[in-house]
């Protein structure tokens, strides 16, 4: 059987006039800041407190991921599609595409098949601006930092050896990583070592992300920890005085933005940090939005349970004054077969022993929700490839742990095909009134929370501290900023911190090697195993199969 791409499906749909989508939010097109016919920015007055409470939140997760995909983008446009078609007002929130992963290995990130956000391509490349936006406030801080260190005055007095802000681009570009800036004399600056980050890694996109509004944003922005003085003083970006100058570059970009599904649903998208090396969630401002114009909104946090999901619950629910009221556990067959042993060019071929290999992953991801304290359901995307023999076994072994499971065909079939999912998370959602768990409580120690979310979600037996994270730690409690949450950067390829390790891993030791400090957006970054903020690109680059024609169309964007 032969199916058309992403891209031509998406080329194919015809879209609705955006001022049309806004109306079935009840917001007036004099609301809307448009982007050409179908992109517009929402204001930030949209977001009404009294109507957040009423509504539900759905947030989709999955297993770990695998070379594969599991389609959990995908996943949450198709469940707004059948949520839709159930006569549930609802809306998708989504995160916006990185360019680096466009042009890398992982292609867009704008779903699937018959679920997807449109227009796809413009999502998937430029946007509204934001990502731009985000990168000059966050060099505009650079310059400045090195700017003051240049004075003749010797200006704050920061030690350049003690700077760790970086610069970024949004772009894959490993020999950025580490550079030496300040070459070329007297007038270049001064000489250190730096380098650059990825965009999405920036603490200003997590800043942006856990905003409430523009005061809350300036405010964040002040607190960035820059570095010390000669004198070991603390350095912030207040002291620079710049706060007001990089929310002046954010002030479009701290604004939601407005698209459809392929069913001409609403969707927002806004912000995009990683979630294995930030919180991994659209921003605040829009889950807020969404929630005050739709009965349901859908959301999805980057990566598996143990990092984006547990980044949700334990940052942005704390930040965001907002708590999901049902998980979805996207999962599939050749994903268990690929944890279960089997190589990525078998995973078509049927092997149930595989499967039954495979299963104590997405077990261990159940258990997560559990310990989230949120009813889960698991959503089983369905591939051509899988065997009934295989699916069966699934939906029985997962019926027999108590865990409400159904089958997806969002991306065949696109709304039509997640109604039966769309129904058990309307149940799901609906019957739950509490609040998430939180897996630690904001005021125990540094130590003390790496330790809950390394033994309770990722299975760890303990957890190293290295002579460096050792330091950090008292540098954190000198600064006052022990009562923070931790956004632990962790590979997303396995429970443990070695990517290889795939399964469910047993008696392994988490290695924390040193902590970031991200006074600005309000949490701190222990680093485990061999991350990186600035990715690579791989021997074949996606980048290398796309084109566009004399007529402006599009080809090989996924």
Sequence with gaps: MTFKSDLEIAQAAKL????EIAKTLGIREDDLELYGKYKAKLPLALTDENKIANAKLVLVTAMTPTPAGEGKTTTSIGLCEGLNKLGKKTTVVLREPSLGPVFGMKGG????GFSQVVPMEDINLHFTGDFAAIEKANNLLAALIDNDIQKPDGGRGIDPRTVEWKRVMDMNDRALRNIVSGLGGKSGGMIRETGFNITAASEIMAI??????LDDLKEKIGNIYIGDTYEKKAVFARDLNVQGAIALLLKDAIKPNLVQTLEGNPAIIHGGPFANIAQGANS???TRMGLSLSDFVITEAGFGSDLGAEKFIDIVSGYGGFSPHAIVLVATIRALKYHGGIERDKLTIP???????GFPNLEKHIENTKIFGLPAVISLNKFVTDSDEEIEWV???????????ALAEGWEKGGEGMKDLAKHVAQAAESFDGKCWPVYHWNDSIQEKIEAVAIKIYGAKNVEFLPKAKQNINK??????????????????SFSDDSKRRGRPKDFTITVREIEIAAGAGFVIPITGDMLRMPGLPNVPAAMDMDIDNDGKISGLS
């Design 476 to 493: 954190i409690e000198r600064l006052g900023l022990s009562g923070k949450p931790v956004c632990i950067a962790k590979t997303q390829n």
């Design 395 to 405: 939906m029985e072994k997962c019926k027999e742990l108590g865990v409400q499971i």
């Design 109 to 112: 990130a704008a779903g699937g």
């Design 351 to 357: 092997n149930l022993e595989a499967v039954k290999a």
């Design 284 to 286: 605040i401002i829009a």
């Design 16 to 19: 609705k006039p955006i001022v």
């Design 208 to 213: 942006l992300c856990l905003a409430r509004n």
